[in-house]
């Protein structure tokens, strides 16, 4: 048993396919179907289930791949070990990121690290907090850049900056002349939010509690550009985080207003193990976010 093995059945598990599981390992399709027939062999059980066009773990394959993948996080923490006694910030580092901070936040935050930590390539992941916060755990990402609160058991977090949530509303509407907008008027149905389960539609109810959402879909949008999109269609108002607002986002078929004092905003944070090695590339993100505009992403002293 290999490692390289482990690899080819926890490639083709995810896969569910044995050409794409053999692309992923960069091998040919017989070189890992052989791979996989010989540990079979050597275990004395079928790991997979096949069929024509079927393949699946079996019920003792599953359990198999489940402790594959934890010898295989294991093992790649002892190249982790070696690197950071060499050079921090030399790998790649696998970061999470929230889908309403990475469209916005990365195109900025990878040219300002590239000056800082060039041999430092990010593999980036984007995801939900939830899902974020047990791969964190179980060592499928590195590092993550979420919205506070964030409490996950043996991870640790640093705040960053704040950043404010604007009411946008389309061209023509009554509250586009106006220079601020109070919190608790953004309410009733024609209030357009993210779907169930998004933490930034949390914060957004949280800060605008008077608003009453709509159940059905035509109030709702899987992504902060959809809301914009409907917005701009005249469909509702929404309040999306200013990140997502400036240009290249911004359009002459929406108007972006100000709340007024206190200003919602939401604090967002880098969040990693209590153990992880590379404290060295933490310092660089950290130093990468502070020259980040500070008009948007306002540091926290």
């Given amino acids: 048993m290999t490692l390289t093995e482990l690899r080819y059945i926890v490639a083709l598990a995810q896969e569910g396919n044995f050409s794409r599981a053999a692309e992923r390992c960069a091998v040919s399709q017989p070189t890992l179907s052989v791979a ?28 198999v791949i489940e402790q594959a993948l934890v010898v295989l996080r294991e093992a790649d923490k002892v190249g982790q070990i070696a690197l950071s006694g060499k050079d921090q910030l030399r790998g790649a580092l696998r970061l999470g990121v929230i889908h309403t901070i990475g469209p916005y936040l990365l195109p900025q935050l990878i040219r300002a690290l590239r000056t800082d930590a060039p041999e430092m390539p990010l593999m980036i992941e984007e995801n939900m907090t939830a899902n974020l916060a047990a791969m964190l755990q179980n060592g499928a990402v590195d590092v993550a850049i979420i919205a506070l609160p964030f409490e996950v058991p043996g991870v640790l977090t640093r705040a960053l900056y704040d950043e404010a949530f604007k009411v946008v509303v389309p061209q023509g509407h009554p509250w586009s002349a106006r220079c601020e907008v109070p919190p608790e008027e953004v309410a009733g149905e024609g209030v357009l939010l993210l779907k169930a389960g998004n933490c930034f539609r949390e914060q957004v109810l949280d800060a605008c509690p008077h608003i009453s959402s709509a159940d059905t879909d035509l109030r709702q949008g899987h992504s902060i550009g959809t ?29 972006v207003v100000p709340f007024a004092e206190p200003v ?26 502070a020259a980040l505009d500070p008009a948007v992403y306002r540091p926290i002293a």
Avoid: Q
């Avoid at 027939?37 to 359990?63: I, N, Q, T």
């Avoid at 509702?236 to 997502?244: N, Q, T, W």
């Fill in 36 to 63: 996989i027939a010989r540990l079979e062999s050597e275990l004395g059980l079928p790991l997979f289930e096949r069929g024509k066009g079927f393949v699946a773990p079996s019920d003792v394959g599953a359990r």
């Fill in 264 to 289: 919602p905003s939401r604090r967002v944070a880098l969040a990693w193990r209590t153990g992880f090695v590379r404290p060295k590339a933490i310092d660089a993100l950290v130093r990468a976010m």
């Fill in 227 to 255: 809301i914009r999109c409907m917005v701009a269609s005249g469909l509702g108002v929404s309040v999306l985080p200013e990140s997502a607002l400036g240009h290249p986002y911004s359009n002459d078929m929406i108007c």
